[in-house]
């Protein structure tokens, strides 16, 4: 078996890195910590803008339509 990522399993990788590296600092998970939410609202609106949240929701349903692999 290949269990080589493919394109876009590499693609969704390099974006959420790129985004987490971005937006998550020390500052943000003390905040989110501190808040009654205990999560980070606009981080998770972020991962949603940029398809990460539904990536296995298929594309009718407004998601990527890739496997559980990718998700």
């Not at 600092?25 to 972020?46: I, K, P």
């Not at 949603?48 to 890739?66: D, F, N, R, T």
């Amino acid at each position: 078996m290949d269990f080589t990522p493919t394109e876009d399993q590499q693609a969704v990788g390099r974006l959420a890195r790129e985004i987490l590296e971005k937006e998550v600092t020390a500052e943000r998970l003390r905040a989110a910590e501190r808040s009654q939410d205990w999560y980070d609202q606009a981080l998770w609106r972020t991962l949603a803008e940029a398809g990460l949240v539904g990536l296995a929701a298929p594309e009718h349903c407004g998601g990527m339509g890739l496997g559980v692999l990718e998700a």
